[in-house]
Protein backbone atom coordinates (compact mmCIF):
# COMPACT_ATOMS: atom_id res chain seq x y z
CA UNK A 1 0.00 0.00 0.00
CA UNK A 2 1.64 3.45 -1.17
CA UNK A 3 0.13 6.57 -0.14
CA UNK A 4 1.32 10.26 0.31
CA UNK A 5 1.29 12.18 3.14
CA UNK A 6 0.88 16.09 2.13
CA UNK A 7 0.91 18.26 4.11
CA UNK A 8 1.45 21.19 1.79
CA UNK A 9 -2.13 22.16 1.27
CA UNK A 10 -2.74 23.02 5.46
CA UNK A 11 -0.97 26.31 6.26
CA UNK A 12 -0.45 25.78 9.44
CA UNK A 13 0.83 22.28 9.77
CA UNK A 14 3.20 23.51 6.80
CA UNK A 15 4.70 25.97 8.71
CA UNK A 16 4.80 24.47 11.87
CA UNK A 17 4.49 28.24 12.98
CA UNK A 18 1.15 29.82 14.25
CA UNK A 19 0.48 33.10 14.59
CA UNK A 20 -1.52 34.39 17.47
CA UNK A 21 -3.95 37.43 16.77
CA UNK A 22 -2.91 39.16 20.38
CA UNK A 23 -0.25 40.38 22.32
CA UNK A 24 0.88 40.08 25.75
CA UNK A 25 -2.10 42.26 26.81
CA UNK A 26 -4.58 40.48 24.85
CA UNK A 27 -5.59 43.26 22.90
CA UNK A 28 -6.90 42.50 19.51
CA UNK A 29 -4.69 44.36 16.73
CA UNK A 30 -5.89 44.52 13.37
CA UNK A 31 -3.50 44.20 9.96
CA UNK A 32 -4.19 43.97 5.93
CA UNK A 33 -3.19 40.52 5.02
CA UNK A 34 -2.48 39.05 1.89
CA UNK A 35 -1.42 35.18 1.06
CA UNK A 36 0.34 33.69 -1.84
CA UNK A 37 1.58 30.36 -3.00
CA UNK A 38 5.45 30.20 -3.30
CA UNK A 39 8.60 27.75 -3.41
CA UNK A 40 5.54 25.14 -2.81
CA UNK A 41 4.31 26.47 0.12
CA UNK A 42 1.54 28.83 1.16
CA UNK A 43 3.28 31.79 1.89
CA UNK A 44 1.49 34.93 4.02
CA UNK A 45 2.31 38.70 4.61
CA UNK A 46 0.29 40.93 7.38
CA UNK A 47 1.37 44.95 7.89
CA UNK A 48 0.22 46.05 11.13
CA UNK A 49 1.13 49.80 11.61
CA UNK A 50 -2.04 50.76 9.55
CA UNK A 51 -1.92 54.17 11.64
CA UNK A 52 0.86 55.35 9.00
CA UNK A 53 -0.45 53.96 5.72
CA UNK A 54 -3.87 53.29 4.13
CA UNK A 55 -5.03 49.58 3.94
CA UNK A 56 -3.95 50.24 0.09
CA UNK A 57 -1.17 51.18 0.34
CA UNK A 58 -0.12 48.22 2.37
CA UNK A 59 -2.13 45.96 0.51
CA UNK A 60 -0.09 47.02 -2.53
CA UNK A 61 2.86 46.80 -0.41
CA UNK A 62 2.20 43.21 0.10
CA UNK A 63 2.01 43.05 -3.37
CA UNK A 64 5.21 44.34 -4.11
CA UNK A 65 6.95 42.17 -1.79
CA UNK A 66 5.46 39.11 -3.66
CA UNK A 67 6.55 39.86 -6.85
CA UNK A 68 9.60 39.85 -5.11
CA UNK A 69 9.03 36.06 -4.23
CA UNK A 70 7.92 35.12 -7.31
CA UNK A 71 11.49 36.91 -8.80
CA UNK A 72 13.21 35.14 -6.33
CA UNK A 73 11.59 32.08 -7.16
CA UNK A 74 12.25 32.37 -10.53
CA UNK A 75 16.05 32.52 -9.76
CA UNK A 76 16.51 29.75 -7.25
CA UNK A 77 13.70 26.74 -8.01
CA UNK A 78 15.70 23.88 -9.77
CA UNK A 79 12.33 22.74 -10.81
CA UNK A 80 11.56 25.99 -13.02
CA UNK A 81 12.95 25.96 -16.41
CA UNK A 82 15.22 28.86 -17.16
CA UNK A 83 16.25 29.93 -13.30
CA UNK A 84 19.43 30.31 -12.72
CA UNK A 85 19.95 26.71 -10.54
CA UNK A 86 18.08 24.68 -13.40
CA UNK A 87 20.26 26.26 -16.17
CA UNK A 88 23.56 25.39 -13.48
CA UNK A 89 21.99 21.93 -12.92
CA UNK A 90 21.67 21.26 -16.61
CA UNK A 91 25.13 22.62 -17.74
CA UNK A 92 26.85 19.57 -17.84
CA UNK A 93 29.74 20.59 -15.65
CA UNK A 94 29.75 23.84 -17.93
CA UNK A 95 30.47 27.60 -16.03
CA UNK A 96 26.62 29.33 -15.80
CA UNK A 97 26.68 33.12 -15.19
CA UNK A 98 24.20 33.36 -12.52
CA UNK A 99 22.67 36.39 -10.97
CA UNK A 100 24.41 38.06 -7.73
CA UNK A 101 21.56 36.87 -5.34
CA UNK A 102 21.88 33.37 -6.36
CA UNK A 103 25.33 33.28 -5.65
CA UNK A 104 25.09 34.90 -2.55
CA UNK A 105 22.58 31.73 -1.71
CA UNK A 106 24.56 29.05 -2.66
CA UNK A 107 27.83 30.62 -1.15
CA UNK A 108 25.53 30.70 1.79
CA UNK A 109 25.03 27.07 1.52
CA UNK A 110 29.03 26.40 1.19
CA UNK A 111 29.49 28.06 4.45
CA UNK A 112 26.45 26.18 6.68
CA UNK A 113 28.24 22.99 4.75
CA UNK A 114 31.55 23.78 6.12
CA UNK A 115 29.99 24.32 9.32
CA UNK A 116 28.24 21.37 9.46
CA UNK A 117 30.95 19.23 8.69
CA UNK A 118 28.85 18.13 5.32
CA UNK A 119 25.76 17.36 7.14
CA UNK A 120 23.90 20.30 5.55
CA UNK A 121 24.58 20.26 1.58
CA UNK A 122 23.24 22.01 -1.56
CA UNK A 123 24.15 19.39 -4.08
CA UNK A 124 21.44 16.60 -2.77
CA UNK A 125 19.18 17.70 -6.13
CA UNK A 126 19.64 13.93 -7.66
CA UNK A 127 18.47 12.76 -3.98
CA UNK A 128 15.30 14.85 -3.83
CA UNK A 129 14.82 14.06 -7.13
CA UNK A 130 14.53 10.22 -6.28
CA UNK A 131 12.17 10.76 -3.19
CA UNK A 132 9.87 12.71 -4.90
CA UNK A 133 8.11 13.95 -2.31
CA UNK A 134 6.00 16.39 -3.85
CA UNK A 135 4.35 13.45 -6.32
CA UNK A 136 1.08 12.02 -5.12
CA UNK A 137 2.14 8.57 -6.64
CA UNK A 138 5.69 8.18 -5.07
CA UNK A 139 7.91 4.96 -5.61
CA UNK A 140 10.67 3.67 -3.40
CA UNK A 141 13.96 4.51 -4.84
CA UNK A 142 15.96 1.29 -5.08
CA UNK A 143 18.89 0.66 -2.76
CA UNK A 144 20.98 0.60 -6.56
CA UNK A 145 19.25 4.38 -7.72
CA UNK A 146 20.09 5.79 -4.08
CA UNK A 147 23.91 4.67 -4.12
CA UNK A 148 24.26 6.47 -7.48
CA UNK A 149 22.64 9.49 -6.26
CA UNK A 150 24.83 9.66 -3.32
CA UNK A 151 27.97 10.11 -5.51
CA UNK A 152 27.02 13.09 -6.95
CA UNK A 153 26.42 14.86 -3.58
CA UNK A 154 29.54 17.07 -2.26
CA UNK A 155 28.96 20.71 -1.96
CA UNK A 156 33.04 20.78 -2.31
CA UNK A 157 32.17 20.38 -5.78
CA UNK A 158 30.80 23.49 -6.18
CA UNK A 159 32.92 26.43 -7.42
CA UNK A 160 32.00 29.83 -6.96
CA UNK A 161 34.29 32.81 -9.49
CA UNK A 162 32.44 36.17 -9.27
CA UNK A 163 29.17 35.73 -10.46
CA UNK A 164 29.73 32.16 -12.48
CA UNK A 165 28.69 28.68 -10.78
CA UNK A 166 30.53 25.52 -12.10
CA UNK A 167 29.60 22.10 -10.61
CA UNK A 168 32.70 20.14 -10.93
CA UNK A 169 30.79 16.94 -10.82
CA UNK A 170 28.58 17.29 -14.38
CA UNK A 171 25.88 14.70 -12.35
CA UNK A 172 25.28 16.73 -9.08
CA UNK A 173 22.21 19.06 -8.78
CA UNK A 174 21.85 22.19 -6.78
CA UNK A 175 19.12 21.70 -4.31
CA UNK A 176 18.73 25.22 -2.46
CA UNK A 177 15.50 24.26 -0.59
CA UNK A 178 17.03 24.03 2.44
CA UNK A 179 18.49 27.55 2.72
CA UNK A 180 16.34 29.92 -0.08
CA UNK A 181 13.52 30.33 1.92
CA UNK A 182 15.20 32.03 4.82
CA UNK A 183 17.34 33.93 2.52
CA UNK A 184 13.86 34.98 0.52
CA UNK A 185 12.18 35.99 4.56
CA UNK A 186 15.59 38.35 5.08
CA UNK A 187 15.17 39.77 1.50
CA UNK A 188 11.89 40.31 1.48
CA UNK A 189 11.77 42.01 4.97
CA UNK A 190 14.39 44.59 4.21
CA UNK A 191 12.28 45.43 1.58
CA UNK A 192 9.24 46.20 3.38
CA UNK A 193 11.38 48.27 6.04
CA UNK A 194 13.05 50.36 3.25
CA UNK A 195 9.11 50.84 2.45
CA UNK A 196 8.82 52.42 5.88
CA UNK A 197 7.02 49.40 7.15
CA UNK A 198 7.55 49.12 11.21
CA UNK A 199 5.50 46.17 12.47
CA UNK A 200 4.47 43.03 10.00
CA UNK A 201 5.09 39.48 9.86
CA UNK A 202 6.58 37.47 6.59
CA UNK A 203 5.95 33.88 6.98
CA UNK A 204 7.16 32.24 3.98
CA UNK A 205 5.98 28.60 5.11
CA UNK A 206 7.85 28.16 8.18
CA UNK A 207 10.26 30.65 7.58
CA UNK A 208 9.10 34.12 10.05
CA UNK A 209 10.29 37.41 10.23
CA UNK A 210 8.53 40.10 12.38
CA UNK A 211 9.40 43.70 11.66
CA UNK A 212 9.12 45.58 15.28
CA UNK A 213 6.25 45.44 17.90
CA UNK A 214 2.57 44.34 16.84
CA UNK A 215 0.84 47.72 15.70
CA UNK A 216 2.02 50.69 17.56
CA UNK A 217 2.54 49.14 20.94
CA UNK A 218 6.29 49.30 21.35
CA UNK A 219 5.87 46.64 24.52
CA UNK A 220 4.02 44.15 22.79
CA UNK A 221 5.83 41.44 21.02
CA UNK A 222 4.48 39.10 18.43
CA UNK A 223 3.48 35.78 20.13
CA UNK A 224 4.39 32.83 17.77
CA UNK A 225 2.93 29.29 18.28
CA UNK A 226 5.51 26.43 17.64
CA UNK A 227 3.18 23.67 16.25
CA UNK A 228 2.70 20.25 17.76
CA UNK A 229 4.35 17.59 15.53
CA UNK A 230 1.67 15.51 13.82
CA UNK A 231 -1.06 17.36 16.24
CA UNK A 232 -4.11 18.68 15.23
CA UNK A 233 -4.49 21.80 13.40
CA UNK A 234 -3.93 24.50 15.63
CA UNK A 235 -2.47 22.53 18.49
CA UNK A 236 1.11 23.63 19.45
CA UNK A 237 4.12 22.57 22.21
CA UNK A 238 4.43 26.40 23.30
CA UNK A 239 4.91 30.15 21.72
CA UNK A 240 7.82 32.85 21.91
CA UNK A 241 7.36 35.74 21.98
CA UNK A 242 9.38 37.95 19.64
CA UNK A 243 9.77 41.40 18.02
CA UNK A 244 12.65 42.47 15.29
CA UNK A 245 13.61 39.13 15.45
CA UNK A 246 13.11 35.64 12.97
CA UNK A 247 12.01 32.19 13.84
CA UNK A 248 12.51 29.01 11.76
CA UNK A 249 11.32 25.53 11.94
CA UNK A 250 12.00 22.23 10.42
CA UNK A 251 10.00 19.00 11.08
CA UNK A 252 10.14 15.30 10.00
CA UNK A 253 6.18 15.72 10.03
CA UNK A 254 6.21 18.54 7.26
CA UNK A 255 6.28 16.16 4.19
CA UNK A 256 7.14 12.60 4.31
CA UNK A 257 5.78 9.61 2.13
CA UNK A 258 4.15 6.91 3.84
CA UNK A 259 4.79 3.25 1.85
CA UNK A 260 3.95 -0.30 3.19
CA UNK A 261 3.38 1.00 6.62
CA UNK A 262 6.93 3.02 6.73
CA UNK A 263 7.16 6.35 7.35
CA UNK A 264 10.06 8.18 4.88
CA UNK A 265 10.45 11.97 5.92
CA UNK A 266 11.90 14.54 3.46
CA UNK A 267 15.00 15.47 5.55
CA UNK A 268 17.81 13.17 4.15
CA UNK A 269 21.15 12.43 5.22
CA UNK A 270 23.45 13.02 2.61
CA UNK A 271 25.81 9.54 3.52
CA UNK A 272 22.93 7.15 3.10
CA UNK A 273 20.90 8.94 0.87
CA UNK A 274 17.79 7.86 3.20
CA UNK A 275 15.87 9.93 5.33
CA UNK A 276 17.76 10.79 8.17
CA UNK A 277 17.72 8.88 11.58
CA UNK A 278 16.99 10.90 14.00
CA UNK A 279 15.41 11.77 18.26
CA UNK A 280 13.82 14.80 17.08
CA UNK A 281 10.63 15.74 15.31
CA UNK A 282 10.91 19.53 14.85
CA UNK A 283 13.54 22.63 15.82
CA UNK A 284 12.55 26.33 16.03
CA UNK A 285 15.74 27.99 15.66
CA UNK A 286 15.53 31.98 16.68
CA UNK A 287 17.58 34.67 16.15
CA UNK A 288 17.78 38.30 15.30
CA UNK A 289 15.86 39.76 12.41
CA UNK A 290 17.71 39.56 9.07
CA UNK A 291 19.28 36.04 9.87
CA UNK A 292 16.54 33.88 8.56
CA UNK A 293 18.59 32.69 6.09
CA UNK A 294 21.38 31.65 9.37
CA UNK A 295 18.11 30.38 11.09
CA UNK A 296 17.03 27.76 7.74
CA UNK A 297 20.22 26.02 7.67
CA UNK A 298 20.97 25.67 11.10
CA UNK A 299 17.51 24.36 11.60
CA UNK A 300 17.91 21.38 8.98
CA UNK A 301 21.50 20.52 10.66
CA UNK A 302 19.93 20.42 13.88
CA UNK A 303 17.58 17.87 12.96
CA UNK A 304 20.16 15.83 11.63
CA UNK A 305 22.20 16.11 14.75
CA UNK A 306 19.33 15.22 17.26
CA UNK A 307 18.17 16.97 20.73
CA UNK A 308 22.13 16.09 22.69
CA UNK A 309 24.55 16.99 19.43
CA UNK A 310 21.69 19.95 18.35
CA UNK A 311 22.03 21.67 21.43
CA UNK A 312 26.05 21.27 21.80
CA UNK A 313 26.01 22.92 18.39
CA UNK A 314 23.46 25.80 18.86
CA UNK A 315 25.09 26.61 22.48
CA UNK A 316 28.29 26.78 20.70
CA UNK A 317 27.19 30.07 18.57
CA UNK A 318 26.74 33.49 19.19
CA UNK A 319 22.95 34.73 18.63
CA UNK A 320 21.11 31.63 17.95
CA UNK A 321 18.39 29.88 20.57
CA UNK A 322 16.52 26.84 19.55
CA UNK A 323 13.33 24.89 20.72
CA UNK A 324 13.60 20.87 20.34
CA UNK A 325 10.64 18.42 20.51
CA UNK A 326 11.78 15.06 20.29
CA UNK A 327 10.26 12.02 19.35
CA UNK A 328 8.80 11.27 22.46
CA UNK A 329 7.13 15.11 22.35
CA UNK A 330 9.17 16.60 25.17
CA UNK A 331 10.62 20.07 25.04
CA UNK A 332 14.66 20.84 24.97
CA UNK A 333 15.25 24.92 25.17
CA UNK A 334 18.89 26.35 24.46
CA UNK A 335 19.99 27.99 27.80
CA UNK A 336 19.59 31.20 26.11
CA UNK A 337 16.09 31.65 25.29
CA UNK A 338 13.67 33.86 26.27
CA UNK A 339 9.81 34.64 26.32
CA UNK A 340 8.92 30.76 25.86
CA UNK A 341 6.01 29.48 27.42
CA UNK A 342 5.20 25.95 27.27
CA UNK A 343 1.29 25.50 25.95
Not at 241 to 261: C, N, P, Q, W
Not at 274 to 301: F, H, K, M, N, Q
Amino acid sequence: MKRLISLISVFTLVTGLIIAQTGCSGKTVSAVSKTGYYFDTVCQIDIYDMEDMSEEAAGELIDEAFDLCDEFDSLLSRTKPGSDVYRVNNAGGEPVECDGRTVEVIKKGIEYGELSDGKFDITMGRLSDLWQFDSVEPVLPSEGEIEEAVKTVDYTGVEVDGNTVTLKNPEAHLDLGGIAKGYIADKVSEFLRSEGVTSAIVNLGGNIEVIGYKGDDEETPFNIGIKKPYGDEGEIVGSVKLHDATIVTSGIYERFHEIDGKKYHHILDRNTGYPAETDVDSVSIVSAAGRSVDCDGLSTICLILGVDKGLEFIESMDGVEAVFVDSKGEIHLSSGLEGFEEA
